[in-house]
């Protein structure tokens, strides 16, 4: 399995992002797909997941104002960040498993 980012970017606080990560190769019909975060001197973090059965998780801190979402048809999962804080300011990467791929990452600033 290939996963594939896009959607990182420089972003004003309060402002919002929308990240999405494709999935290719042989894609199981029971799976789960999320979202991880690493910022600078930290150790990396889930953000959220969804299972290919919708059910997601979220971290606390982003309780409210991150969605997560996937397209099965299109084997894509979307994170959708809004009212962003520079604490969110992180390398985000995805990941699909079982049984554990990862993709590359993907910057986000959130600064004025």
């Known amino acids: 399995v290939q996963l594939q980012a896009f959607g990182g970017g420089l972003v004003q606080p309060g402002g919002s992002l929308r990240l999405s990560c494709a999935a290719s190769?042989?894609?199981?019909?029971?799976?789960?797909m999320a979202w991880y975060r690493q910022a600078p001197g930290k150790q990396r973090e889930l953000v959220a997941q969804v299972s290919s059965g919708g059910r997601t998780v979220y971290a606390d801190g982003v309780k409210g104002r991150f969605t997560i979402s996937r397209d099965n048809a299109k084997n894509t999962v979307y994170l959708q960040m809004n009212s962003l804080k520079p604490e969110d300011t992180a390398v985000y990467s995805c990941?699909?498993?079982?049984?554990?791929?990862w993709g590359q990452g993907t910057l986000v600033t959130v600064s004025s």
């Open positions: 990941r699909y498993y079982p049984p554990d791929y």
């Open positions: 190769g042989s894609i199981s019909s029971i799976n789960i």
